[in-house]
């Protein structure tokens, strides 16, 4: 039996995770409550629902659907699919995973039949879509971002698995594997269908059983009230923030052996931009381009672009400019100040507003800020070279 084929959701209400589409307010609630699909790009880690939500869809809204891979489909039976629909004049849901391995002309042959109704796409793929689809299908579509999915929300799930098939698993066992899962709801109910397959029904599955079974994870788990995992993330942002490579290193270490990779993940880029800022730009592109490596080559490999990561972000100079000119912007808007805009730089070019290009340097001394925050400083240069430079720059134009 495939655990996650048998209890895949058939609606909305049933897929894990995900709230912010498909809760109250989101946008594929909506869609279906008013009856008004649309051609859309799911985008997001492997195993967060992309497939499953477009299969729901497809059900709930009455659509003929259809499911192909772009990794063994071909053109040929795209237009098949198309020519259908036009002798049958009804709209077909394609399902089409791993839009990504598609060409540019590949992606074109979609495009006239979502324009004319004949084609509903629900297209999926891991990689950011910006970049692996054309500009021409990005317009036709809405794109929508899945999000790796809660520990938490994993741990439900899998206690609705276990109680179905009528199995007794000890919980700090579910959490154990909801929280080494990476957030991949189908990876948690693969080791859940292990532990099954591998322990009779009246055996009490504990904690220690799933370790057995999962030796690449068993060096570092979290306990069950999450606390550790949290300190490992804090640890290794103050390590970085402090300039301790070493330190940074090892807790980087300890979260990848216990699973997770996407925690860091997300916390590197964090860090890139709040500890490291101006002090360093270069370090947020190349920090970005870790991360997407760690996550196309997975364990073990990601700990190479990652380490690489955590190296270069601790040895670089450090600056925390954006963090407190946010803030004190932030402090601003929250006490409802600046609520009117100055006429003269109200959209278009209105009357009193000074084209900075037709001056010297590009620059002009004219009021942006609302009249009453005018005379407001938010931003406070920081003693890195990088921005002392620029400061240098800013000043030279401003008093020349």
Not at 122 to 130: K, L, V
Not at 351 to 365: L, S
Request: charged share 20%.
């Amino acid at each position: 039996m495939n655990l996650a084929e048998t209890y895949r959701p058939k609606t909305l209400d049933e897929i894990t995770g995900q709230k912010h589409l498909i809760g109250p307010d989101g946008m594929l609630r909506k869609m279906l409550e008013q009856k008004e699909l649309t051609s859309c790009i799911f985008y997001g880690p492997p195993g967060t629902g992309k497939t499953t939500a477009a299969w729901v869809l497809a059900k709930q809204a009455g659509y003929t659907f259809f499911r192909y891979n772009a990794v063994t489909t071909t053109t040929k039976n795209i237009q098949s699919l198309i020519e259908k629909a036009k002798r049958e004049q009804a709209t077909v849901l394609l399902c089409l995973d791993e839009i990504q391995y598609f060409n540019k002309r590949q992606q074109q042959t979609l495009l006239s039949a979502i324009e004319t109704g004949e084609l509903l796409l629900i297209a999926t793929t891991t990689e950011n879509p910006y970049f692996s689809c054309i500009d021409a299908l990005l317009s036709r579509c809405v794109v929508m971002e899945f999000q790796p999915v809660t520990p938490q929300d994993i741990r439900r799930r899998l206690t609705v698995i276990a109680e179905k098939e009528k199995r007794n698993i000890i919980d700090t066992a579910l959490t154990y594997i909801s929280e080494n899962a990476g957030g991949d709801v189908r990876r948690a109910i693969q080791i859940l269908q292990l532990a099954f397959l591998t322990f009779p029904k009246d055996h009490a599955i504990t904690i220690t059983d799933i370790e057995h079974q999962q030796p690449s994870v068993r060096t570092s788990r979290f306990d069950s009230n999450d606390d550790i995992h949290y300190n490992l993330i804090a640890a290794l942002q103050k390590s970085i923030r402090g300039s301790d490579p070493n330190a940074a290193v090892f807790y980087l270490a300890r979260l990848l052996e216990a699973g997770d990779i996407l925690s860091p993940c997300r916390r590197l880029m964090v860090i890139a931009n709040e500890d490291i800022g101006f002090g360093n730009p270069d370090a947020i592109p190349f920090v970005y381009a870790c991360v997407e490596m760690a996550k196309q080559l997975g364990m073990p490999e990601a700990a190479k672009p990652l380490t690489n990561a955590v190296l270069y972000l601790a040895i670089s100079p450090k600056s925390s400019t954006c963090e407190s000119t946010y803030n004190a912007a932030l402090e601003d808007v929250r006490a409802g100040r600046g609520a009117v805009v100055p006429k003269h730089i109200n959209k278009g070019c209105p009357k009193g507003y000074q084209y900075p290009h037709d001056y010297p340097n590009h620059w002009v001394n004219q009021q942006y800020l609302p009249d009453d925050l005018a005379c407001r400083q938010y931003y406070t240069p920081g003693d890195n070279a990088f921005e002392q430079n620029l400061c240098a720059y800013w000043s030279h134009i401003m008093h020349r």
